[in-house]
């Protein structure tokens, strides 16, 4: 049983920055991708970024490049997500995926289905 816990969500002006962290337990020697997929009201869940075990690649939405940035923590599987200028468009339902291979080879690494264990998820709102 793999528990995917995200946190940092909130509520930040547009043009402001949040950063998100989510952490994944519980079997100790799996190395895990994590990745950020976000759900807006009314809309399908969509990719965000994602990082493979060990930092080697990172992959984002074009809609976020150059905005957010996906990074390891110390801690074993911890990951970050650093939002800076935030728009309207960017408040959705945030939510944090953990792939057990750890190289992103369960499937497109932009596909929801490729992740094997999930967060609740953390709101993000940004205001105009």
């Known amino acids: 049983q793999v528990h995917v816990e995200e946190s940092g969500g909130g509520l930040v002006q547009a043009g402001g920055s949040l950063r998100l962290s989510c952490a994944a337990s519980?079997?100790?020697?799996?190395?895990?991708?994590m990745g950020w997929f976000r759900q807006a009201p009314g809309k399908e869940r969509e990719f965000v970024a994602t990082?493979?075990?060990?930092?080697?690649?990172?992959y984002y939405a074009d809609s976020v490049k150059g905005r957010f940035t996906i990074s390891r923590g110390d801690g074993k599987n911890t990951v970050y997500l650093q939002m800076n200028s935030l728009k309207p468009e960017d408040t959705a339902v945030y939510y944090c995926?953990?792939?057990?291979?750890?190289?992103?080879?369960?499937?497109?690494?932009?596909?929801?289905?490729?992740?094997?264990?999930w967060g609740q998820g953390t709101q993000v709102t940004v205001s105009s």
């Open positions: 990082i493979r075990w060990g930092a080697i690649s990172q």
């Open positions: 995926a953990a792939e057990s291979t750890g190289l992103l080879s369960n499937g497109p690494y932009y596909r929801a289905e490729s992740y094997d264990s």
């Open positions: 519980g079997r100790t020697f799996t190395n895990y991708a």
